[in-house]
């Protein structure tokens, strides 16, 4: 099975999450951010993830550590669900439209972390959200889940539309590259024999 359970506790956040790269899509999340929470619930919908996330934080100052650190623990869970990797498709690329706004999204699960991250937003919030935090979380992510990962809203003007749109194209990004290629599968999808740096 691949799946992955961590728990990271600092003096700022405590998040546990749970992932089942084989699930259906079932979300229990409770970060205590209302947007992000909605955010990852579309995420594992769209990606087919179980996923389950229980997070306490120092939302008192403000909600940055939270939405970073969730995405420093989805990107190691998603690393230690994917073991060597055997079998996977390992790229995929996608336009996802949100309304008015256009994302592609583009990642490769290749052991080395970088983020292209090319969104920008007309207004500094989305409810209590501070839009800077989407780049945040999806940095957090591919450091530690080990992709390369290029994200970029072609056009859009409604900022839950671009945040949303970036959530979704990562989750239809991330279904594709971690299947299965019936082809190719038990080996490993790199000419060096194996994937990790």
């Keep these: ?34 947007f992000f929470d909605h955010m990852l619930d579309l995420l594992a919908r769209h ?26 623990v989805l990107g190691q ?12 498709t390992r790229y995929a690329d996608l336009h ?10 583009a990642l490769d ?9 090319r969104t920008e937003f007309k207004v500094g919030k989305i409810g209590e959200f501070d839009t800077e935090l989407v780049r945040e979380f999806f940095q957090a992510f591919a450091s530690n889940a080990g992709v390369t990962l290029h994200v970029e809203t072609l056009y859009g003007d409604n900022a839950h539309h671009i945040a949303e749109s970036c959530f979704k194209g990562l989750a239809r990004a991330l279904r594709a590259a ?12 790199s000419t060096k024999g194996a994937l990790g740096g």
């Design 96 to 105: 996802l439209p949100m309304d008015e706004t256009l994302t592609r999204v």
């Design 47 to 72: 990606a087919r993830f179980d996923l389950e996330v229980e997070a306490e934080g120092d939302l008192h100052v403000d909600f940055h550590h939270t939405t970073e650190d969730v995405g420093i």
């Design 178 to 189: 971690v299947a299965i290629d019936p082809a190719a599968a038990g080996e490993i999808p």
């Design 1 to 34: 099975m691949r799946q992955a359970e961590i728990v990271r506790e600092t003096k700022e956040t405590k998040v546990r999450l749970a992932v089942n790269l084989d699930g259906t899509g079932r979300a229990s999340i409770a970060t205590g951010i209302g």
């Design 77 to 88: 869970a998603l690393r230690r669900a994917l073991g060597d990797m055997r079998g996977i």
């Design 109 to 117: 699960i290749s052991g080395r972390p970088f983020l292209v991250f």
